[in-house]
Every structure is written in C-alpha cells, then in structure tokens.
C-alpha cells in the first residue's frame, strides 16, 4: 500500500512538472508568435509611410532654400504630395518660386534652379496659381519704394470714408482706417520683378509709383474698388511672420478711447440770467 502511494506520487510530480514543462514551451510560443506578428505590422507601417522635407518656418517666394528651413517628417504615403523632396540634397541650391507655408511639404513643382529663376522673372511666371496681379498705387510709396523689393510680406491698409448715422439722424461721413488685406506677397516694384536686380550702373535710380501684389480675384475686386474709392497704405512686414491679426477699425472715437490725453478739454461758459420782462435770457460772460 504505501508502495502505491509513492508511486502515485511520483506519477503524480511527473504528470505535473510535463504540464509545467507543455505550459512553458506554449507561452514561449505565444510570444514568439506574438514578436512575430508585431514586427509584420511594424514592417506593414513603415511600407506604408515615408520620409519627407517640411518647412520649418513660412518661406517667402523667391528665396534661396536653406537647410535651417527645413525638417523631416514621417507621413503616410497616401499623404504625399506631388514630387515631394525627400532629402536636402533634392533641393539644394533651389530657389521658391511661390510661397510656402509652415509644416507644408517641400515639392519639387514650387522650386526651381537659380538658372531658371533667373529666365522666369515675367509676371506670369511668378504669380501663384489661383491668385492675381493687382497693382497697387499707395499713398506712401515714396517712403516705401527703396526699403520693398518683390518676394516681400506686406500688409495694405485702407483709408476710406464710410456714412454713419448722425446725432440729429442724418447720415455724415467719417473716415476709416482699416487693415484691408494681410501678408500678402509683393511681386514687383515698379517694373522689377527681380529681388535681387543687377546694378544698371547708371547711377540714378528709377521713380517707382506702385507695386504689384498677389491676391485672389474677389481681393483683386475689392482691392480695386478700395483704391476707387479711398487710399491705401503698405506696411512691410517680417518674412517669418505670416499671423492674420484681428485689428479693430480706427476712427477718431477710437484714437480717443486708446489715447485720452488727446481728447479737447471741456469749456466751462460762466453766464448770467438776464430778465426782460417775464423772459429769461441767459448771457455769457467773456473772460
């Protein structure tokens, strides 16, 4: 009897260290199983993806690529924008020939070598597609025509007179000044569209009366009749600096409330009641 006992026994021990042993060998084989099937669906993912230049900062049309400009970034491939730049090498020594915004990839078709800049300096050439030449005839053009060259940032101003409703209820006129289009790229100066024009050697410089600028053909519209209607002002802006600002209107009621020092004092009139017969007058004393 106690033979039988140390026999189950060791049975026993047996059967349980072989289900150890089967239980081992299966969850090593799970997790081989499971390395496996991540490192497929890693492989899957990374077939599915690929590397492409960004920009680092807003890039003004015009300016020579430089590797500070730019980034690599991890996208899908079905994100992939049309002969996207893949390394620096691919755009090395290039030149943008239409703006290119923050995070946007860097593609081929908004470069071009400095040779062929040089020979795509028309008008045509280098306004972005969708958008329109508008020439603008500013008010301060004397003080901003030796300080813009084309491929800069500037914001247009209007000066414009608009009806308001009067005290008495009649309509009256008051002026308005108004940032009526920001960051909007300049193409030309003049008639230079070159940014960086060779010296003519003549030693006097050409009278600039406008500029050119980039706009959509319903800013192209309002631009025009803006310009119909009132005057514009540019102001130059930083090229890495593309924020649309919300800028209230300034009127004279405006200046006021900002700068109260410039509201007239009010003038305090000493008079005196004069009685002719039952009528009251009332009459100022001068000091």
């Not at 280098?126 to 500037?154: F, H, M, Q, W, Y």
């Not at 192209?220 to 090229?239: E, H, M, P, T």
Request: charged letters at 25%; zero cysteines.
């Amino acid at each position: 009897m106690q033979k039988q006992k140390i026999i189950f026994l060791i049975v026993g021990v047996a059967v349980g260290l072989i289900a150890v042993l089967m239980l081992k060998m299966y969850l090593k084989d799970m997790d081989e199983n499971a390395k496996k099937q991540a490192a497929r669906a890693l492989e899957k993912m990374r077939q599915g993806q690929t590397s492409v230049l960004v920009a680092r900062q807003d890039i003004p049309a015009n300016t020579l690529i430089q590797a500070g400009m730019l980034e690599a970034a991890i996208v899908p491939r079905e994100y992939v924008q049309p002969q996207a730049a893949s390394s620096l090498d691919n755009v090395s020594g290039m030149t943008t020939v239409a703006p290119i915004s923050r995070g946007e990839q860097i593609s081929l078709t908004k470069l071009s070598s400095i040779s062929q800049v040089t020979k795509k300096y028309d008008l045509s050439s280098i306004t972005p597609i969708g958008k329109r030449a508008v020439s603008v005839i500013a008010e301060n053009i004397d003080d901003i025509a030796g300080l813009i060259k084309p491929g800069d940032s500037v914001d247009l101003i209007a000066i414009i007179s608009v009806a308001i409703d009067g005290a008495d209820g009649k309509k009256v006129m008051q002026q308005r000044i108004a940032p009526a289009f920001q960051n909007v790229t300049v193409l030309a100066v003049g008639q230079d569209t070159d940014p960086n024009p060779k010296s003519s050697g003549k030693g006097r410089k050409e009278k600039i009366n406008q500029i050119t600028v980039a706009l959509s053909p319903t800013e192209a519209n309002i631009l025009s009749f803006l310009q119909d209607q009132g005057k514009i002002r540019v102001v130059l802006r930083s090229g890495q600096d593309a924020q649309i600002e919300d800028v209230e209107p300034i009127t004279w009621q405006a200046v006021l409330d900002k700068i109260p020092a410039l509201k007239p004092e009010e003038v305090h009139e000493e008079t005196i009641d004069i009685y002719r017969g039952l009528k009251k007058e009332k009459i100022t004393i001068s000091k």
